[in-house]
């Protein structure tokens, strides 16, 4: 995630580019720049580091002008650095842009701009936005950007400002990127999330998928992409204060599930593109021959992440024919695990700084293993002292109960499993472009999936007396049921089991009464008919069972009491829609208990003793 702002009116813009920036630091802050016009000359100051970093290379010496833009970086592929930085520029530094999500077709986008003679100053997807633009010079900046857009495959948010449009700032929104104009009194603002607004103004307007909106102190005009005007009324912001963090939602925890349409697609951020099959990492750290030489990969995590790498050994086994072990870290750390340097050790920490995690890991590499995080959390102890990163690029995660760093986790071992299925020739390149294809359409379909809530929410008041749940999933999905269960503990105190449902008949049938939900996962893949036969075996005891089953299956309403739909995809790609419910039903269910579930009792978010 990233944080876009820009301001044009009577004011310096400065003065609320930067503090819109310290209020969006929770979507990124390993690089900051910002860019003004003044007498028709851009001004572009960038730099590594915090917003604090930008603050002081602007000491003494402010930016001036009334129109600016700025932005502040989350860590995507390769090291931040200033020329990564954004704002980017045209050739001639006469346009600037700050861009926030994926350029899926950047890479020929600009071959064909270097072959027209366009010089790039980065490597980053966001620069060629610039030169698109540039070569529409000859129109307003509305039209130009525009035109530019045409060209872009992908999801994001933009804003542009121009020498020659001295008050004028052009946004373009596609995709899951955020985007909000704050509507002033001869002053316009837009920032990627409200809280950059507050204190400015509570009048806005919401830019929609596919829209542009040209802004000047006197107004703003938004169109869509092929022209045609978009009258929309503004609306007015009720919140202030922690509220505004909360972007107005009653929690952190509901609106960091809200966020995972555009996480996800940030995990994904120039990893992989359309035309597949190739999966890049470049901060992975190892080369693909070194991946081909592995003879084991040993994944260690606790808590939810330890659920995400359970995931992760489906996946790997599966596309890479790699022997996989997944220890939970508390216990490898003891065991005197046998690693050597063909073991490729894995440790999932959405912190990074996890106690038992980080001992796991030093333990695998004293013995001589190459060590891989997934970690979400930019110069962690765990990231700085692995051998190579896979940022999840979640953004900060608030709510002790870990969301949208799991879907994020989940993301970052498939494109493991890619990766390494490929390096070792046991992935068909023609399957990974399929796969790779579903991956990119997982963000709208998790947007497809949270338009439950409000029906969960009515499933949760029928069950939020109940003392027991039982939560129930095969093959991939018996992780999700184990990461069901934690959710529901740990937010609602409610006792919870996930278990495999192909060990139902081996004890846990036992519980099996009225009393106990059962939450089946039950998607439609190579698991349904046993899943089918194993609710039949519930509901032979009086068990009352809700399905997570596929978008249009009608025929597990024969056996379900309730059934919560979730959207077709690829069987290995269904745990990130699943999450989603199963977050949502442990998230009503502790509101309507009254639980405090941004900070349950006894929990911290990072543990970072034994
Ligand atoms: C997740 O909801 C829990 N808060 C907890 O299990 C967490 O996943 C675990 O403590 C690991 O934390 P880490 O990912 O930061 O290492």
Not at 583 to 610: F, I, M, W
Request: aromatic share 6%.
């Amino acid at each position: 995630m990233c944080g876009i702002v820009g301001y044009t009116g009577h004011r310096d813009a400065a003065g609320f580019v930067l503090p819109g920036l310290h209020r969006l630091e929770y979507r990124g802050y390993d690089s900051a720049g910002i860019a003004t016009i003044s007498g028709g000359i851009l001004d572009v100051r960038k730099t590594i580091g915090k917003i604090v970093d930008l603050e002081a290379l602007l000491a003494g010496d402010p930016p001036r002008g009334t129109l600016g833009i700025g932005h502040t970086r989350w860590a995507t592929h390769g090291r931040p650095s200033d020329a990564n930085a954004h704002p980017h520029v045209d050739c001639r530094s006469r346009l600037a842009v700050v861009h926030n999500g994926i350029i899926e077709n950047y890479r020929e986008l600009r071959k064909a701009l270097a072959a027209e003679g366009h010089r790039f100053r980065s490597q980053t997807d966001s620069e060629v936005i610039a030169h698109l633009i540039e070569r529409h010079e000859g129109e307003d900046l509305a039209t130009a950007v525009g035109r530019a857009a045409r060209e872009l495959h992908g999801a994001y948010a933009i804003a542009c400002i121009r020498h020659d449009a001295p008050d004028t700032l052009v946004v373009l929104r596609r995709g899951s990127s955020p985007l909000v104009i704050g509507l002033g009194h001869g002053e316009m603002f837009v920032a990627s999330d409200i809280p950059a607004l507050l204190g400015h103004t509570r009048e806005i307007l919401v830019l929609e998928d596919g829209e542009l909106a040209m802004l000047t102190p006197g107004g703003v005009t938004v169109r869509t992409l092929d022209g045609t005007l978009v009258e929309r009324r503004p609306t007015t912001v009720p919140w202030d204060g922690e509220a505004a963090e909360r972007s107005g939602y009653p929690h952190f925890m509901l609106k960091e599930i809200f966020e995972q349409p555009e996480t996800v697609q940030n995990t994904l951020r120039e990893r992989v593109d359309a035309e597949g099959p190739e999966v890049r990492i470049p901060e992975l750290g190892l080369k693909d021959r070194d991946l081909a030489g592995l003879n084991r990969l040993c994944f260690v995590a606790c808590g939810t992440s330890w659920h995400a790498a359970l995931v992760g050994k489906y996946l790997v086994e599966t596309f890479a024919r790699l022997p996989v072990e997944v220890d939970i870290a508390s216990e490898f750390r003891y065991r005197r695990p046998v690693v050597d340097g063909r073991v490729l050790t894995v440790p999932i920490s959405q912190s990074g700084e996890t106690a038992d995690t980080l001992a796991a890991s030093r333990e695998a590499r004293d013995q001589g293993s190459r060590v891989v995080a997934i970690c979400n959390v930019v110069g962690s102890s765990l990231a700085r002292e692995s051998d190579g990163v896979i940022y999840t690029r979640a953004g900060i995660e608030i709510g002790v109960a870990s969301t949208k760093a799991f879907t994020a986790q989940i993301v970052a071992v498939t494109l493991l499993a890619l990766k390494l299925g490929l390096a070792r020739n046991f992935l068909d390149p023609a399957l990974a472009r399929q796969l790779i294809k579903g991956l990119l359409e997982l963000p709208e379909l998790l947007s497809v999936a949270l338009r439950q809530s409000d029906a969960i929410r009515g499933i949760a008041e029928r069950f939020a007396d109940r003392r027991n749940f039982l939560y129930l999933g095969r093959g991939l999905h018996f992780p999700l049921a184990l990461e069901g269960a934690l959710k529901l503990k740990e937010i609602s105190y409610i006792h919870a089991e996930g278990y495999a449902a192909g060990e139902m008949k081996h004890g846990p049938i036992a519980l099996i009464d009225r009393h106990t939900p059962v939450v089946a996962i039950a998607p439609q893949g190579s698991m349904y008919e046993k899943m089918a036969s194993n609710l039949e075996e519930v509901k032979a005891r009086d068990g009352f069972v809700i399905a997570l089953a596929t978008d249009g299956d009608d025929e597990i309403r024969a056996t379900a009491d309730v059934v919560v739909p979730v959207p077709a995809t690829m069987e290995c790609l269904q745990p990130v829609l699943v999450a989603a419910p199963l977050q949502l039903l442990a998230y009503h269910l502790g509101v309507l208990r009254g639980c405090d579930v941004d900070q349950p009792r006894n929990l911290a978010k990072s543990v970072t003793v034994e």
